[in-house]
């Protein structure tokens, strides 16, 4: 019986095309704050960029001095509305692997844009620039060998 709610649950949620039945991911609130974050940083970035974002975020939930989890470091993007959330920042996120993340990246900023000087300052001098984009500077910490 309750296998064949599940068969029915995931039909319930799937697009027939042709003769093929593509099942459709339902995204958690978890990837859902992450495409926003991707919009609101980064809509029209390289995958690279879009790569190194998620991995910030994730580094943090796994460094004890940051939340365990992805609602409560990302907070303030909680309040976004998630209407705004592209397809193809969605899809990135639902594709993200995140065993091949890079895993130093901590910080990123945007140091043409961001008005915090200061805090681009204390960072730059507290961590190792991991890599360097056309849009963003991602900092953190080398790993040792």
């Not at 296998?3 to 039909?11: A, D």
């Not at 495409?35 to 975020?57: F, G, M, R, T």
């Not at 705004?84 to 594709?95: A, M, W």
Request: net charge positive; with cysteine; hydrophobic share 35%.
């Amino acid at each position: 019986m309750i296998k064949f709610i599940l068969i029915l649950f995931l039909v319930s949620y799937s697009n027939k095309v042709g003769n093929n039945l593509l099942l459709q991911v339902i995204p958690s609130n978890e990837d859902l704050l992450l495409a926003s974050v991707l919009q609101a940083e980064c809509n029209y970035c390289s995958d690279v960029d879009k790569h190194l974002i998620i991995s910030s975020i994730l580094n943090r939930c796994e460094n004890e001095n940051y939340p365990n989890n992805v609602e409560d470091i990302l907070q303030a993007y909680s309040k976004t509305s998630f209407k705004k959330v592209s397809k193809t920042n969605l899809d990135f996120v639902l594709n993200f692997d995140k065993e091949i993340r890079n895993k130093e990246v901590l910080y990123f900023f945007n140091s043409s844009k961001s008005t915090n000087k200061s805090f681009i300052k204390k960072i730059r001098k507290k961590t190792d620039l991991i890599i360097k984009t056309k849009y963003h500077e991602y900092r953190g910490y080398f790993r040792k060998a």
